[in-house]
């Protein structure tokens, strides 16, 4: 099971955490990451973080602003968003990716988690 938590509603400029807690043993096993479907979207690949922690991959509309880390000890994923924009609205999903890749072309998640909204005033 994935539990995504930390959205809300914040001002253009500012910065959230999202929080992914994960169960299961083989947590530290998976290549995790983040999705987001805005509204009147579809669902779009934004982080991803291989097991253990050491490459990680965002699409170019995130990369400098959000950071993706996780915690195996804890069985956690984190994305650190700062630099808000509006656009960045959305309902965010924790995932369980098949396999790492710094290809622009995102593997379809396994698993998908409870999204968690987040809300960028302008």
């Known amino acids: 099971q994935l539990q995504a938590s930390g959205g809300g509603l914040v001002q253009a400029g500012g910065s959230l955490r999202l929080s992914c807690a994960a169960s299961?043993?083989?947590?530290?096993?998976?290549?995790m990451g983040w999705f987001r479907q805005a509204p009147g979207k579809e669902r779009e690949f934004v982080s991803s973080?291989?097991?253990?922690?050491?490459?990680?991959y965002y699409a170019d509309s995130v990369k400098g602003r959000f950071t993706i880390s996780r915690d195996n000890a804890k069985n956690t994923m984190s994305l650190q968003m700062t630099t808000l924009k509006p656009e960045d609205t959305a309902v965010y999903y924790c995932?369980?990716?098949?396999?790492?890749?710094?290809?622009?072309?995102?593997?379809?998640?396994?698993?998908w988690g409870q999204g968690t909204l987040v809300t960028v005033s302008s």
């Open positions: 995932v369980v990716l098949p396999y790492y890749t710094n290809d622009r072309n995102q593997p379809t998640p396994k698993y």
């Open positions: 973080i291989n097991w253990s922690g050491g490459r990680t």
């Open positions: 299961g043993r083989t947590f530290r096993e998976q290549v």
